[in-house]
């Protein structure tokens, strides 16, 4: 049976009567995320604009845990849902712009691949690695999403965010504190957009670039499985996907979930996985390459929620 929370929708309703955006009570995750797995979210809030979103941070009670989601490309939603509020941002945050000096600026909800093509057309260089990249840019700020030799750190100039007290920051490049895959602004801050310096470029070359892309992944990617993408962390000196298949993990299956035989740092979901067989084929993995290799594999996709 598919858990549920107590809904506290109404008692939210009445604290924020100002509110635009919807607030849903025990709203699946699942349709949310590529696994296709998970739980419900215990209110689902999709704000309408950067200052809708302050409004209910500002009224929210402390004790109410906060969590935002993008599209759900680097994300296992465990069966026993979130409790709290999980954020979605949408239309008010989904504005593309061209400014002066080879700079675009994107809302959070703004798909990576939605600002590559901008960027293309406007004959900005130096951001056509968003297009492999199949998230928004909320998601590519905090992951420090990146491939191809680029990443997210490498063309950013500020991002903007609320945090849980509703106050609105800009965060230069530095303040961002990136690593590998890693950003060091409050676990708490909601990022609503991102600006970025590329440099002239010609149209065509660029298109060109984005075009190697596509084919690049669709020939090493399972792109069309219900993935995660990359599951662990490179560790220092390795590829994570040599070091599972050295412990002979490849196509590993629990339950519905599968190692990819594509691309061993993949999970998939077969069909009629759980978000528990997915986390224990992934922890069955980490166990395994530590055995054969030494070598702790620490998660890159992110686990939110309860198990079932
Ligand atoms: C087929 C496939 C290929 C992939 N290839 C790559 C790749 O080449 N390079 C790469 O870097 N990644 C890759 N990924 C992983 C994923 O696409 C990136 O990590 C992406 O940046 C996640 O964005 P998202 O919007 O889907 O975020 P989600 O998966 O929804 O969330 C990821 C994390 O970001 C946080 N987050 C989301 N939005 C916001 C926001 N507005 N403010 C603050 N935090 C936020 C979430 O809380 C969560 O912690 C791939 C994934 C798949 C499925």
């Not at 599951?231 to 050295?246: E, M, V, Y």
């Not at 035989?261 to 996985?273: D, Q, V, Y």
Request: a neutral charge; hydrophobic letters at 45%; aromatic letters at 6%.
């Amino acid at each position: 049976m598919a858990s549920s929370f107590p809904d506290i929708v109404p008692e939210l309703q009445a604290r924020t009567p100002q509110l635009r955006g919807r607030l849903l009570a025990n709203q699946s995750l699942a349709e949310l995320t590529w696994f296709r797995v998970g739980g419900p979210a215990q209110v689902l809030f999709m704000p309408e604009d950067e200052a809708d979103l302050a409004y209910l941070l500002a009224q929210l009670p402390a004790e109410i845990p906060v969590i935002v989601i993008g599209l759900g490309s680097n994300l296992i939603v465990r069966d026993g849902g979130v409790a709290g509020i999980v954020i979605r941002l949408g239309r008010g945050f989904s504005e593309v712009k061209i400014e002066p000096g080879w700079r675009v600026r994107a809302g959070a909800a703004v798909p990576d691949v939605k600002v590559a093509r901008a960027a293309q057309e406007a004959g900005i260089s130096g951001l056509s690695f968003l297009r492999g990249i199949p998230g928004a840019i909320g998601g590519a700020l905090r992951m420090n999403g990146g491939a191809y030799g680029r990443e997210t750190k490498d063309a950013l100039i500020e991002a903007r965010g609320v945090d849980r007290q509703a106050r609105t920051r800009v965060f230069a490049n530095a303040e961002m504190h990136y690593a590998y895959r890693h950003c060091g602004v409050a676990e708490d801050v909601i990022f609503t957009q991102a600006l970025f310096q590329g440099a002239a470029g010609d149209p065509a070359v660029i298109a060109a670039e984005m075009d190697k892309i596509t084919e690049s992944r669709e020939a090493t990617q399972p792109i069309k499985s219900r993935t995660g993408g990359s599951t662990f962390k490179n560790p220092p000196g390795h590829k994570a996907w040599q070091l599972i298949d050295a412990a002979g993990c490849r196509g590993l299956t629990v339950g519905g979930a599968q190692v990819s035989e594509m691309h061993c740092n993949f999970l998939i979901n077969l069909g009629g996985a759980s978000a528990a067989d997915i986390e224990t084929l992934g922890e069955t993995v980490r166990r395994r390459v530590k055995e054969s290799s030494g070598i702790d594999l620490e998660w890159e996709i992110k686990r939110i929620g309860i198990p079932g």
